[in-house]
């Protein structure tokens, strides 16, 4: 039976809000452009929905495997991600170089050194409904993200000890 990680944004601030897993509660940062109903690519929102936990990558040069059931990958310098909403590899992990548009999963900052693939417009993937939706390591002062969900790295550890397979994200509206 699946149970639920819920994200609420803060009355005061659209782009923060708490995320709540049973007894845990925890700040987030949320996209730039605060939940929307309907995401659009590039829009900068947090989709409002239900997605489920699918697979954790995580750097393995900047710290141990996480804990979890989920499934875990560690991430490679090649490791992409198709943002580019007329390819067929639309919302898929991708190998670098890579001729369409894309995010580079490796990155210079911390914010993928943990990261959650979400359900997010995946199956199937709907051209130009949002890409990349993932739960990820917030910045330390929470700056809004570009359209995930994101918490501190010692939290982040804490949820994956606690999540299995088939766990839902549900990003509620107020």
């Known amino acids: 039976m699946a149970r639920y990680l819920d994200v609420r944004a803060l009355p005061s601030c659209k782009t ?3 995320l709540t897993f049973g007894a845990i509660t925890v700040p987030c940062a949320l996209g730039r452009s605060g939940l929307t109903q309907m995401k659009r690519e590039g829009d900068g929102a947090t989709p ?3 997605f489920e936990l699918l697979n954790v990558y995580y750097r393995a040069d900047r710290g141990r495997r996480p804990q979890t059931e989920l499934p875990v990958e560690a991430l490679k310098p090649a490791d992409g991600w ?3 909403p007329g390819h067929p590899r639309y919302n898929r992990p991708v190998e670098l170089p890579f001729d369409a548009s894309h995010e580079k999963m ?3 900052d911390r914010l993928y050194d943990i990261v959650v693939v979400l359900n ?3 199956f199937p993937a709907v051209p ?3 890409s990349a939706i993932f ?3 917030a910045r330390e002062t929470y700056t809004p993200t570009e359209g995930c969900v994101a918490v501190a790295p010692e ?4 949820i994956l000890s606690k999540v299995r397979a088939g766990d839902i994200m549900r990003v509620l509206s107020n």
């Open 16 to 18: 923060r809000g708490n």
């Open 48 to 50: 409002i929905g239900q």
């Open 82 to 84: 198709c943002d580019a």
């Open 106 to 108: 490796w990155r210079a």
């Open 120 to 122: 997010c417009n995946m």
């Open 128 to 130: 130009g409904s949002g």
């Open 135 to 137: 739960f990820h390591i």
């Open 155 to 158: 939290h982040m550890r804490l």
